[in-house]
């Protein structure tokens, strides 16, 4: 972690945050375990319980393999980092762009993946297939 880095820890959330953060967590260093990634473009994203409109999302930079519960930015539907010492710079944008609409659109959801490129996307207009991320195969 670089010197200057915001960090996160238990203190600071509630348990059943820290507890989402945990779990967020292990599921990035799960996807990479397996391979499952395509490096920072599959994003992972939760909400966190008790703040409806924020969830958690991993900071931009951090290798999946190595991610841990402070490495986690929470993030409001806006694009506004919540986590003091973030700033919008922090998240990939992209993540975010996806991330948020989804969260927005399905409240129930309360855990997001996105393999990119999208496993469903068809490759071809007659594929009897579709398209897979090199992750998924």
């Not at 996806?98 to 969260?103: E, N, T």
Request: glycine share 6%; aromatic share 8%; net charge positive.
């Amino acid at each position: 972690m670089h010197p200057n880095t915001p960090r996160i820890d238990a203190q600071q959330v509630s348990p059943e945050e820290w507890q989402t953060r945990c779990d967020l967590a292990a599921l990035y260093r799960l996807l990479a375990h397996f391979r499952m990634t395509d490096l920072i473009d599959t994003h992972i994203s939760a909400r966190v319980p008790g703040e409806p409109g924020h969830f958690l999302i991993n900071r931009y930079g951090v290798l999946f393999h190595e991610m841990r519960a402070s490495d986690l930015i929470k993030i409001d539907h806006h694009g506004n980092t919540i986590d003091p010492g973030y700033d919008a710079g922090s998240v990939n944008r992209a993540g975010f762009n996806i991330h948020s609409a989804i969260h927005a659109a399905r409240p129930t959801w309360p855990v997001w993946c996105t393999p990119i490129p999208l496993p469903a996307w068809p490759c071809r207009p007659r594929s009897r297939g579709c398209c897979r991320s090199p992750s998924m195969r």
